[in-house]
């Protein structure tokens, strides 16, 4: 065990949480954006002597992580990203990583969510003895089915130190927690998922993701609550408001249509293509689609209408400021580029095939209008540069929703902040906002409104 040091003074949170960490050996930092829970989990994994440490993180903030050890780090180290290459290769790379002989050197791996548990790789880091782990945005394993997730329940039975970091532990209800605990402490919550839900919530019994009434939840806090050390942003760090506003959206014809007939047959004929809806979820999807106005199925776009893309149009052009839009369908960039272009504004992309991004994961100067896929933007970047953003396809996750709302409104960020949400007036995109605007369970706020149609 090292003592604690800092490379910069540490605000007093961080201190004490990371004195808390050294004294339990484990444990779960809930410090939401801008809290400095990256900062106070370097400082204590630096003191505590494992000699192997990895890290779990979204593929996105790879990159991130050398940066914060070049900052963070006060004993000597050397680190690997594991970004390129089959898992075999990775596996290959990290074994000759680990292999190097540097007295007193810390050795650390880097590795995102989805290929650490891939067959070879999974059983090298398995077999690596690793004494710390740190699973960075560690509600990215809170499904208990996922296979990385049941990756880290076995990681974590033979790993000495485990830290959890996010903002967001519980991003859709209490239930998220069950998994990540099966990493921090095995024991601490059971080894059942089922008998845990059954204690602590009442589910639907057609739908076991809805939940109709929460149980024992004092209890749960109170067993849970000495493992985390959780820090509200606006508690610790002087930060403008973030204001949030809706935006209606009448559908012209052709939409409203094509979104009843889905409505009334779970099927759609438009301009000649097919679209069918196999069950409820699926409808929903097609649904909001269509909300959209652009659709691909079977490699063919369907173009219902630009009722969307004119209102964003119509608001970029009193805007003389740099603007995000987050959006959620690979279509719906198409039509954010088109709004920006028709504005004479330069477009960037962070998405699944772009990242227009600084070498610092930042918003480049000479870009007016960025489009963000919500799935490719929602954690390690930096977007304070803008202080207006739109939602043109809102998510059904409110910790994805949250994350990304927090690129803009985070430490760094000198203005108010301001985002619009194009809601098409009676669809789905309504239940989706009413649901986000009550931070409450998205999924279920939509079956609960079909129910009531119904």
């Excluded at 989805?114 to 499904?143: C, N, Q, W």
């Excluded at 000495?226 to 209606?248: C, G, N, Q, S």
């Excluded at 004119?310 to 709004?339: G, K, N, W």
């Amino acid at each position: 065990m090292y003592s604690l040091e800092w490379r910069r003074p540490p605000w007093n949170h961080q201190r004490e949480a990371a004195e808390w960490l050294l004294a339990k050996g484990s444990g779960y930092l809930a410090f939401e954006m801008g809290g400095g829970k990256t900062y106070t989990a370097i400082s204590a994994a630096s003191a505590m002597g494992s000699e192997r440490v990895l890290v779990a993180c979204p593929k996105s903030v790879i990159g991130v992580w050398r940066r914060e050890y070049e900052k963070c780090a006060t004993r000597p180290f050397e680190i690997l990203l594991l970004e390129k290459g089959t898992a075999d290769q990775k596996a290959q790379e990290m074994r000759r990583f680990l292999s190097g002989k540097s007295p007193g050197t810390q050795r650390v791996v880097v590795v995102n969510y989805e290929t650490a548990y891939r067959p070879r790789l999974g059983a090298a880091i398995l077999a690596a003895g690793f004494g710390t782990v740190i699973l960075d945005e560690a509600h990215r394993i809170k499904s208990p089915s996922g296979k990385a997730s049941r990756f880290f329940g076995k990681l974590g039975a033979r790993t000495k130190h485990r830290l959890c970091l996010s903002g967001t532990p519980m991003p859709h209800s209490p239930l998220d927690i069950w998994a990540q605990f099966r990493f921090l402490h095995p024991r601490l919550l059971g080894n059942s998922f089922t008998r845990f839900r059954g204690r602590y919530a009442m589910t639907h019994p057609e739908f076991p993701s809805k939940v109709l009434r929460w149980m024992n939840q004092d209890e749960l806090r109170a067993t849970i609550s000495p493992h985390m050390r959780r820090v509200k942003t606006a508690d610790v760090v002087d930060m403008p408001e973030i204001l949030h506003d809706r935006i209606e959206v009448e559908l012209g014809a052709k939409s409203r249509r094509a979104y009843q007939q889905l409505e009334d047959l779970l099927y759609a004929r438009v301009d000649g293509h097919e679209i069918e809806a196999h069950n409820v979820l699926s409808k929903l999807l097609r649904q909001q689609q269509i909300t959209g106005g652009e659709m691909v199925l079977d490699d063919q776009r369907i173009e219902f209408g630009t009722e969307k893309q004119d209102m964003l149009t119509d608001r970029l052009a009193d805007i003389d400021q740099p603007v995000v839009v987050f959006y959620r369908f690979s279509a719906d960039a198409r039509a954010i580029e088109a709004a920006a272009r028709k504005n004479g504004k330069t477009y960037g992309e962070v998405s699944g095939r772009r990242k227009d991004l600084t070498e610092h994961s930042e918003m480049p100067e000479g870009i007016d209008v960025m489009a963000v896929q919500e799935s490719a933007g929602g954690v390690g970047i930096d977007l304070t540069r803008s202080h207006h953003g739109f939602w043109f396809s809102l998510s059904y996750s409110l910790g994805d929703y949250e994350q990304a709302n927090a690129r803009l409104h985070r430490p760094g960020q000198r203005n108010n902040v301001a985002m619009y949400h194009l809601v098409a007036k009676g669809t789905i995109d309504e239940a989706i906002y009413e649901a986000l605007e009550k931070r409450g369970d998205v999924v279920g706020a939509i079956i609960e409104r079909l129910h009531k149609h119904h």
